[in-house]
Nanobody
């Protein structure tokens, strides 16, 4: 059974930083594309960042230059470091893993709130 468990969300002031982490069981991150989505109230879920099995990272235009994604193949985790946070970054952040030719797995989500 695959489980993705996020941690690290919380409340931060605008301009601050926050790190999120996602730990996996039942799936090996380095063999799959993994990353983070977010969903703000009343909006669709959107991609924030992903890292491919080859290690290349892609970011949404809205977070480029402020966010970095890391994959730790030993710990089997994927992390998201967010800097210069803005109120519009407020959302529930979800860890996800896209298996090759198989299903997508999601974490339960962690709330990030950026106050102005």
């Amino acid at each position: 059974q695959v489980q993705l468990v996020e941690s690290g969300g919380g409340l931060v002031q605008a301009g601050g930083s926050l790190g999120l982490s996602c730990a996996a069981s039942g799936i090996i991150f380095r063999y799959n594309a993994v990353g983070w989505y977010r969903q703000a109230p009343g909006k669709e879920r959107e991609l924030v960042a992903l890292i491919s099995s080859f290690g290349s990272a892609n970011y949404a235009d809205s977070v480029k230059g402020r966010v970095a994604i890391f994959r730790d193949s030993v710990k089997n985790t994927v992390s998201l470091q967010m800097n210069s946070l803005k109120p519009e970054d407020t959302a529930v952040y979800y860890c996800y893993a896209q298996t090759v030719g198989g299903p997508v797995y999601w974490g339960q989500g962690t709330q990030v709130t950026v106050s102005s």
